[in-house]
T-cell receptor, first 118, second 112 residues
Framework: AQTVTQSQPEMSVQEAETVTLSCTYDTSENNYYLFWYKQPPSRQMILVIRQEAYKQQNATENRFSVNFQKAAKSFSLKISDSQLGDTAMYFCAFMKPLYTGANSKLTFGKGITLSVRP | AAGVIQSPRHLIKEKRETATLKCYPIPRHDTVYWYQQGPGQDPQFLISFYEKMQSDKGSIPDRFSAQQFSDYHSELNMSSLELGDSALYFC???????????FGPGTRLLVL
């Protein structure tokens, strides 16, 4: 079974600064997907970024980028130029590819609460 | 762009009552997932459907059942509701080719 660990329960960052959220996971699979989802106070689950394990290049989406270290099973999210609207709970999640059959569900970490200070 | 639609958005029920949650996936998405998120917790996978067939099952109580219909919408039926069923229930959909799940706004269920 896969496990996802987010050891930091909460973090705070000044507006316009950079912050990195940590995530580690455990799996025996070689191919899989990793995601970061954002859950603001509205509790909507919003996809932030996705990484395919077979890709060595780290994914980027505007101000969001990841540092994917496959051997270390580490998947951190970097938010640059933090904005007040980035205040939210952030979940790291793991998923096996659909071609493996069942178990295509998302396995989430416990989440980290990020507060952006004005 | 069209998003996942869930109804109702809020639901209040008494213990031992039944509830039906509906999910309308993004057009051309053939896979639907249901998750339950308790207060202060991460989402937990309940069940999924691919092309109207159950594809995976998680920690879903026997009191719950679900199905996906011919138009790809899905319904989660919950019977003999308990206080512990109070949670936010998400539906997510994905196209087979992308393997990325897009979440609906959730249904907030409160059992009194």
């Amino acid at each position: 079974a896969q496990t996802v660990t987010q050891s930091q329960p909460e973090m705070s960052v000044q507006e316009a600064e950079t912050v990195t959220l940590s995530c580690t996971y455990d799996t025996s699979e070689n191919n899989y997907y990793l995601f970061w989802y954002k859950q603001p106070p509205s509790r909507q689950m919003i996809l932030v970024i996705r990484q395919e394990a077979y890709k060595q290049q780290n994914a980027t989406e505007n101000r969001f980028s990841v540092n994917f270290q496959k051997a270390a099973k580490s998947f951190s999210l970097k938010i640059s130029d933090s904005q007040l609207g980035d205040t939210a709970m952030y979940f790291c999640a793991f998923m096996k590819p659909l071609y493996t059959g069942a178990n295509s569900k998302l396995t989430f970490g416990k989440g980290i609460t990020l507060s952006v200070r004005p | 762009a069209a998003g996942v639609i869930q109804s109702p958005r809020h639901l209040i029920k008494e213990k031992r009552e039944t509830a039906t949650l509906k999910c309308y996936p993004i057009p051309r998405h053939d896979t639907v997932y249901w998750y339950q998120q308790g207060p202060g917790q991460d989402p937990q996978f309940l069940i999924s459907f691919y092309e109207k067939m159950q594809s995976d099952k998680g920690s879903i109580p026997d009191r719950f059942s679900a199905q996906q219909f011919s138009d790809y919408h899905s319904e989660l039926n919950m019977s003999s509701l308990e206080l512990g069923d109070s949670a936010l229930y998400f539906c997510a959909s994905s196209p087979d080719s992308l393997e990325t799940q897009y979440f609906g706004p959730g249904t907030r269920l409160l059992v009194l």
